[in-house]
């Protein structure tokens, strides 16, 4: 079983930066991954990151957003430069674990233009 917790997020304008953290308790994790959820929309993956750090970017966020990870803190982050009203959306992590999903809270993240 594992628990992941996430902080960070919150209002900013258009043009700034957040960064989101994802704690696992629990278990080691392995690949990691970053989805959210714009209002009335589907969920969609932003990002991911393999335990080697190899890491994979939507197109949409490609270039503004890195994953990145410190395994002896079993936290992965998310680092959101040049944010645009677009990405207003619910922010999930997520592990895969024995072939069962685990997601974070959700973490609000709005940006106003």
């Known amino acids: 079983q594992v628990q992941l917790v996430q902080s960070g997020g919150g209002w900013v304008q258009a043009g700034g930066s957040l960064r989101l953290s994802c704690a696992a308790h629990g278990s080691i994790i392995n690949a990691m991954a970053w989805y959210r959820q714009p209002p009335g929309q589907q969920r969609e993956l932003v990002a991911d990151?393999?335990?080697?750090?190899?890491?994979y970017y939507a197109d949409s966020v490609k270039g503004r957003f890195t994953m990145s990870r410190d395994n002896a803190k079993n936290t992965v982050y998310l680092q959101m430069n040049n944010l645009r009203p677009e990405d207003t959306a619910v922010y999930y992590c997520?592990?895969?674990?024995?072939?069962?999903?685990?997601w974070g809270q959700g973490t609000q993240v709005t940006v106003s233009s």
């Open positions: 990151i393999t335990p080697g750090s190899s890491t």
């Open positions: 997520k592990t895969t674990i024995s072939w069962r999903d685990f």
